[in-house]
C-alpha cells in the first residue's frame, strides 16, 4: 500500500489549501485517516482524525477552520484548511488503515506567509 499526499502549497494568511492523501496498492477501504504536522523544531502534532462511522477529532489549533474527510470511492482523504494562520506552517503527513494496518504518505508542505 502507497500513500501519496499532495496539496500543499505558499499560501497567504487567511487562504485555503486542500490536502489529498491517495491510497493505492490495495482493494480494502480507509477505515481511519489522521492527519500530523511537523514544524521544524517542534514535535509532531496530531491534526485531524476520521473514523470509518464518520466521527472525525481535531486539534483546538485547527477546530472550526480545518475539516477532514475520505472519499473512498476515490481512496483519497483530504484535509480541507480554510482560514491558514502562519502557525500552520509545517510538513503535513496523513497515515491512514485499510483492516487493521495502518500506513504513512510522505509529507507536504504548507507555508503560510504573513
Known amino acids: 500500500v502507497q500513500l501519496q499526499a499532495s496539496g500543499g502549497g505558499l499560501v497567504q494568511t487567511g487562504g485555503s489549501l486542500r490536502l489529498s492523501c491517495a491510497a493505492s496498492?490495495?482493494?480494502?477501504?480507509?477505515?481511519?485517516i489522521s492527519w500530523y504536522r511537523q514544524a521544524p523544531g517542534k514535535q509532531r502534532e496530531l491534526v485531524a482524525s476520521?473514523?470509518?462511522?464518520?466521527?472525525?477529532t481535531y486539534s483546538n489549533s485547527v477546530k472550526g477552520r480545518f475539516t477532514i474527510s475520505v472519499d473512498n470511492a476515490a481512496k483519497t482523504g483530504y484535509l480541507q484548511m480554510n482560514g491558514l494562520k502562519p502557525e500552520d506552517t509545517a510538513t503535513y503527513l496523513c497515515?491512514?488503515?485499510?483492516?487493521?494496518?495502518?500506513?504513512w504518505g510522505q509529507g507536504t508542505e504548507v507555508t503560510v506567509s504573513s
Open positions: 476520521f473514523i470509518s462511522n464518520g466521527a472525525t
Open positions: 497515515s491512514a488503515r485499510f483492516r487493521f494496518t495502518s500506513y
Open positions: 496498492g490495495t482493494s480494502f477501504n480507509i477505515n481511519a
